[in-house]
């Protein structure tokens, strides 16, 4: 960039934008990705066919339906979403993050959330100039629950988020622990189910039992990544509130024709789901063989992992596995709970024996 354009870009562009780093991610070019939580597996032939047929008769020199109220309909019923609650889609569920911050953002406000969590409630924050309070989890990344309490009662946040199960570290916090905060919270609380289908525990079903809550998910981890779909459930104040701040036409015709083929032989993706459990136990199951490794609990479709020794110990073993072809994502240099730790998505079995060999032959 010339010298006069990084003057205008300086005296332009707010100052905490200049400083603060872009989301990244790593370019996986012919290597074994394991690093964003995907599904491992593509689409059976005949059903991937039926979807390039749908495709293949789109009016792709028109815009969407601007509601799309099928592909609502659809996730209402499949995903047995409460009656009276309605649903809100969003271009991935990082669309969905901003519409709501949008939606609370008056001057001063709050946004809070455990921490280490997903980086996109910080960043929305950021961008919307509200004040993000994260308040740290324990050593062992379980909720202090009665810090996040105390620290409720002190900043009076207008939105809470909770990440359940939680990432990047992949534990389900006690469903008791989030009532608490729920009920005691001053604002809406949002509870994100990115990792629903691999937890096995929601909150959609108790919708209607809390006013000041809603759930959002994403179809990205059972599937659909390339999609960008996600939604949010809730009561209609609620819904209608966040749907003001949405941006029109936001779910293109391509997305809304595949996913809705997708629900309707959702079957497919659940047994998806459960392989990808089964592979969870038995690589946590190697895993926690090798010296030099801390595996924590995940009720999500990854490991975290912690790497012994020093200062830089996680990133070295993030290098090595690397150049035996296999990417996971290093968290060293991020929040000082993260410290040497590696996050591992689970792909398939051969996947799997692969990334076991890279971590073996790194430690």
């Given at each position: 960039m010339s010298t006069p354009a990084k003057a205008i870009v300086a005296?332009?562009?707010?100052?905490?934008?200049?400083?603060?780093?872009?989301?990244?991610?790593?370019?996986?070019?012919g290597l074994v990705k394991l690093d964003v939580m995907e599904s491992p597996y593509r689409l059976p032939q005949d059903l991937a066919?039926?979807?390039?047929?749908?495709?293949?008769?789109?009016?792709?020199?028109?815009?969407?339906?601007?509601?799309?109220?099928?592909?609502?309909?659809?996730?209402?019923?499949?995903?047995?979403?409460?009656?009276?609650?309605?649903?809100?889609?969003?271009?991935?569920?990082?669309?969905?993050?901003?519409?709501?911050?949008?939606?609370?953002?008056?001057?001063?406000?709050?946004?809070?959330?455990p921490a280490p969590s997903f980086a996109m409630f910080a960043m929305h924050a950021l961008?919307?100039?509200?004040?993000?309070?994260?308040?740290?989890?324990?050593?062992?990344?379980?909720l202090d629950t009665e810090a996040f309490l105390a620290a409720m009662a002190r900043e009076k946040p207008a939105l809470v988020w909770i990440a359940f199960p939680n990432n990047p570290t992949g534990n389900a916090f006690p469903v008791a622990d989030i009532e608490r905060i729920v009920r005691a919270a001053p604002g809406l609380v949002v509870i994100d189910e990115a990792y629903q289908p691999f937890a096995g525990v929601t909150f959609m079903p108790r919708l209607a039992e809390f006013e000041n809550m809603v759930v959002m998910r994403t179809v990205s981890k059972i599937g659909m990544a390339g999609l960008r779909l996600g939604y949010v459930c809730g009561r209609p104040e609620w819904i209608g509130s966040f749907d003001k701040t949405r941006s029109p036409f936001n779910i293109n015709v391509l997305t809304e024709a595949v996913a809705i083929k997708l629900l309707q032989n959702?079957?497919?993706?659940?047994a998806q789901a459960a392989k990808v459990l089964e592979e969870r136990e038995r690589v946590r199951s190697e895993l926690t063989r090798l010296a030099g490794l801390t595996i924590f609990p995940s009720a999500a479709n990854f490991l975290l992992a912690r790497v012994a020794g020093g200062k830089g110990a996680g990133t070295r073993v993030f290098e090595r596995v690397k150049d035996q072809g296999v990417l996971v994502k290093d968290f060293s240099g991020g929040h000082p709970l993260l410290e040497n730790c590696l996050r591992l998505t689970i792909g398939t079995p051969e996947e799997n024996r692969i990334l076991l060999s890279a971590v073996r032959e790194s430690l």
């Open positions: 005296k332009v562009i707010r100052p905490e934008i200049q400083a603060m780093q872009a989301y990244a991610v790593s370019d996986a070019a066919a039926e979807i390039g047929d749908i495709v293949s008769k789109l009016a792709l020199n028109r815009y969407p339906v601007p509601s799309a109220h099928k592909l609502r309909a659809l996730i209402h019923e499949v995903m047995q979403v409460p009656e009276g609650c309605e649903v809100l889609l969003g271009n991935g569920s990082d669309e969905c993050i901003q519409y709501i911050t949008a939606a609370v953002a008056r001057e001063g406000a709050v946004v809070m959330a961008f919307l100039r509200l004040r993000f309070v994260g308040v740290a989890l324990r050593e062992d990344f379980s959702k079957s497919v993706l659940d």
